[in-house]
T-cell receptor
């Protein structure tokens, strides 16, 4: 089985721009979660989607949003980028509700200049 | 490579020795725990998990111990190899209302000396 794939792998944006990141979960997995990883804050939960519905949301401003499609693929969007949004954005997939094993993709490295 | 933490605690072991990585958690409602390994430039890799109704679980060369009384989790790696060098994270799921949301510890860097 192919693992979790994330595109693009690297991205450079300017302050004020917006960005969309994509995640394709493991085939058959229906839950997708997003995390932000920075040296200062570590790994922090952004949001989780299951069956196209957001189940949980972390403590991030409204500039961070996401969605999930009927094929379980997910996107996250960050609008009005700030320098502090520079991070590794990780997507994790899980079979579904109540099954907590999660597998991470390689991440998208976002640099905001 | 990625810098996953500027001031991570570091455990340095000799190749072939056993390693023990510790993690404290704070939420007594947490009922599921995972250990991840993250190598430079890669996403976290699932190692082993344990539910709160267990106190020990073994995998290939790894053992996770859970002490709910003191809210402590440990990962034991037997016969540590150079390929085990990485940052290790524990993560907890804080109960059914948390869905699949994981709360991560700060990480421990494991360095294996050949």
């Amino acid at each position: 089985k192919a693992g979790v794939t994330q595109t693009p792998r690297y991205l450079i944006k300017t302050r004020g721009q917006q960005v969309t990141l994509s995640c394709s979960p493991i085939s058959g997995h229906r839950s997708v979660s997003w995390y932000q990883q920075t040296p200062g804050q570590g790994l922090q939960f952004l949001f989780e989607y299951f069956s196209e519905t957001q189940r949980n949301k972390g403590n991030f401003p409204g500039r961070f949003s996401g969605r999930q499609f009927s094929n379980s693929r997910s996107e996250m969007n960050v609008s009005t980028l700030e320098l502090g949004d520079s991070a590794l954005y990780l997507c994790a997939s899980s079979p579904g509700v109540g099954v907590n094993e999660q597998y991470f993709g390689p991440g998208t490295r976002l640099t905001v200049t | 490579g990625e810098s996953v933490g500027l001031h991570l605690p570091t455990l340095s072991v000799q190749e072939g020795d056993n390693s023990i990585i510790n993690c404290a958690y704070s939420n007594s409602a947490s009922d599921y725990f995972i250990w991840y390994k993250q190598e430079s430039g890669k996403g976290p890799q699932f190692i082993i998990d344990i539910r709160s109704n267990m106190d020990k679980r073994q995998g290939q060369r790894v053992t996770v111990l859970l002490n709910k009384t003191v809210k402590h989790l440990s990962l034991q790696i037997a016969a540590t190899q150079p390929g085990d060098s990485a940052v290790y994270f524990c993560a907890e799921n804080r109960g059914k209302n948390a869905g699949n949301m994981l709360t991560f510890g700060g990480g421990t860097r494991l360095m294996v000396k050949p």
